[in-house]
Each structure stands twice: as structure tokens, then as C-alpha cells.
């Protein structure tokens, strides 16, 4: 059965601090893995996407990793502020048909203290 | 940010009533979905949209139906509200081909249902 699981589910770290966001998956065959960031009461928003040819890349002070050996994924936040406190949802998409699917993690729920 | 729109933010009504939750997009985007969301849980899809006169019924199962007679617009209706509806619904879009680019998500409507 294809699934995502993510951990912790919820972190409460200080401003300034950095912490990883984990994500575990067994969808196959795999086509990408998406991290979405989700404030209190709007829509998830896009922060990087990962391919299976690549293992790191960076948006500012998010970077997302992948082991597709492992089917692993992490998002570092570095120098944490408030405004990343947030739910951070893991989405994987396979590719087992034509139009492919989505897999969705329950995401891991950061707070940021001052 | 993305230009899509759900209309209301908020709703609370009575058991038995007939809703419909608006969603409205820019971008020209082909695909459209809606999505339930409950604390602590992953998004189920329930209704999803790759063109004008083209719907299907997503994973999880639904009283809800949709309409897509315009590109930019995909409402969700639900004939007789009962408490077990009450839920966040998310709208949102892509586009390229199958469902696996990048999401555009809507900032939600949150329904009660007493």
C-alpha cells in the first residue's frame, strides 16, 4: 500500500534555531515528492520539489533532501523565524498510470516560540 | 500567490440545508480538485476536474457533487448538510499533464454543520 508518513508530528522550536522535518514513503514507482507549507487557515503553498535525480536543493532557508534508495525526504529550516511556524504537508506523486497520483503526508506541525 | 478564490471562508448552517462552496481560478489552469482536510489528517481528495463537462469522483467517498461548465470555475455542492460534512474543503488547481505538478490551493472554506 503506498503511503507517506511524516515525523515528528508536531516540534515547537526558538526563534533562530534550525530543526528537519521528516518524511518516509512506499509509493512506487515514484515520480516526485513535494514539500507544501500550510499556515493556520489558508491553502498549502509549494515550497520545493524533488525528482528522482536529485538529492538536495534549497529555497532560501528551506532545504528539502531525498534518498530515493531509502524513499526518504527532509526539509532543514535554518535560522527559524515566527513566520515559519506552519503545518509542513510531504506530497508524493507516482507514476503507476497515464495520469499518475498523489500521496499526502498528515504533516508535521512546527511552532515557532519567540 | 495564486488566483484562486473560495467563496465563503466560513459557513454555518443547519442539518438538511443545500450548500455550494465556490471556487474560482485565473490561470487558465485545466485541472481542478477539491479536497477535504480534518486536524491531523492528510487531504482526501473527493471530486476532481481535467476540463470543461469532464468530472470524476475522487478516493474518498462523497455526497458532494461538482460542476465544471467554465474553465475557471468548480463548484461543490452538497444537497442535504448533515454534521458529518463538517470539515475544511480546499480547492485548488494544476496544470500540465496528470495531476502531479505543482498544486494551487485556495484558502478554503470551513463548514459547520449544527
Known amino acids: 500500500k503506498n503511503q507517506v508518513e511524516q515525523s515528528p508530528q508536531s516540534l515547537i522550536i526558538l526563534e533562530g534555531k534550525n530543526c528537519t522535518l521528516q518524511?518516509?514513503?512506499?509509493?512506487?514507482?515514484?515520480?516526485?515528492l513535494r514539500w507544501y507549507k500550510q499556515d493556520t487557515g489558508r491553502g498549502p503553498v509549494s515550497l520545493t520539489i524533488?525528482?528522482?535525480?536529485?538529492n538536495t536543493k534549497s529555497n532560501g532557508r528551506y532545504t528539502a533532501t531525498l534518498d530515493a534508495d531509502t524513499k526518504q525526504s527532509s526539509l532543514h529550516i535554518t535560522a527559524s523565524q515566527l513566520s515559519d511556524s506552519a503545518s509542513y504537508i510531504c506530497?508524493?506523486?507516482?507514476?503507476?498510470?497515464?495520469?499518475?497520483?498523489?500521496?499526502f503526508g498528515r504533516g508535521t506541525q512546527l511552532t515557532v516560540w519567540p | 500567490e495564486a488566483d484562486i478564490y473560495q467563496t465563503p471562508r466560513y459557513l454555518v448552517i443547519g442539518t438538511g440545508k443545500k450548500i455550494t462552496l465556490e471556487c474560482s481560478q485565473t490561470?487558465?489552469?485545466?485541472?481542478m480538485y477539491w479536497y477535504q482536510q480534518d486536524p491531523g489528517m492528510e487531504l482526501h481528495l473527493i471530486h476532481y476536474?481535467?476540463?470543461?463537462?469532464?468530472?470524476e469522483k475522487g478516493d474518498l467517498s462523497s455526497e458532494s457533487t461538482v460542476s465544471r461548465i467554465r474553465t475557471e470555475h468548480f463548484p461543490l455542492t452538497l444537497e442535504s448538510a448533515r454534521p458529518s460534512h463538517t470539515s475544511q474543503y480546499l480547492c485548488?488547481?494544476?496544470?500540465?499533464?496528470?495531476?502531479?505538478?505543482?498544486?494551487?490551493f485556495g484558502e478554503g472554506s470551513r463548514l459547520t454543520v449544527l
Open positions: 518524511c518516509n514513503y512506499t509509493v512506487s514507482p515514484f515520480s516526485n
Open positions: 476536474s481535467y476540463g470543461v463537462n469532464s468530472t
Open positions: 524533488m525528482t528522482f535525480s536529485e
Open positions: 506530497v508524493v506523486s507516482d507514476r503507476g498510470s497515464t495520469l499518475g497520483r498523489l500521496y
Open positions: 490561470m487558465g489552469h485545466d485541472k
Open positions: 485548488a488547481s494544476s496544470m500540465g499533464q496528470g495531476p502531479t505538478g505543482e498544486l494551487f
